[in-house]
């Protein structure tokens, strides 16, 4: 039995960068997303709310095998790639949080080609029949291009992320680039630039990728990717 596609291993550039900072263009990739704010860490808070709903979504698609509904087309087994996160507000300015209350995110998770708009509603209702506590109408299918971007990957806790964005937005300048972040005008807003259809979003975002589970990994081993949209300098 062939082993199940890995995200993460397919798409290295993506997933594994070292802890050098890099140049990559990121194409366009089918998400599951959440819009939200407040404390990531506030229990059952509004970010846990949005992870579980995120979750359910992906682990139904991805179980679409053994139900009584027909594989959708192009469906092949996978494993669930991992969690991402857009970040804005709070004071937040790609490096340091004055207010994590205040923060607003869109948590997302990629989703396999094969999930277009059909089987987002499939999977919508299903996940609204067997979690019934869960506001699916929170979820949108998007798909988009980040196109040019600066990354890196941040190994430890997350509040040593400060020193990560700096080494990574002092290599943006040495390329003759600049960041290209900029706050939307609202959650809603940023998620219909995201529903890009396969384009470059109007706004982009400090983004985070995490590759390790903070309930089960020890702070110091953990690892996020941690990319910023950039352009030419002089644009």
Not at 44 to 66: I, P, R
Not at 113 to 126: G, T
Not at 226 to 231: D, E, F, G, T
Request: hydrophobic share 40%.
């Amino acid at each position: 039995m062939a082993a199940a596609f890995d995200f993460k291993k397919e798409y290295k550039d993506l997933y594994l960068p070292k802890t050098k900072p890099m140049l990559i263009d990121v194409p366009a990739m089918t998400f599951i997303a959440v819009a939200g704010s407040g404390n990531p860490n506030e229990e059952n808070g509004d970010y846990a709310e949005a992870l579980g709903l995120l979750y359910a979504f992906s682990f139904t698609v991805k179980m679409a095998k053994m139900g009584d509904w027909r594989q959708p087309e192009g469906y092949f087994d996978y494993v669930v790639p991992p969690l991402e996160g857009l970040w804005w507000g709070g004071g937040f300015d790609g490096g340091r949080i004055e207010d994590k209350d205040a923060l607003n995110w869109v948590s997302m998770i990629c989703q396999p080609d094969f999930v277009r708009p059909e089987v987002y509603r499939w999977a919508r209702e299903q996940v609204a029949a067997k979690k019934p506590g869960l506001d699916v109408g929170r979820a949108r299918l998007v798909r988009f291009a980040e196109g040019p971007c600066a990354q890196i990957m941040h190994k430890g806790p997350y509040d040593d992320e400060p020193a990560t964005v700096a080494a990574l937005e002092e290599f943006v300048r040495t390329t003759g680039r600049a960041g290209d972040i900029a706050d939307p005008p609202s959650a809603e807003a940023l998620m219909d630039a995201l529903d890009a259809d396969g384009g470059v979003p109007s706004v982009r975002l400090h983004h985070e990728i995490y590759l390790g589970d903070p309930r089960r990994t020890k702070p110091e081993n953990l690892r996020t990717v941690l990319r910023h949209p950039v352009r030419p300098a002089s644009a």
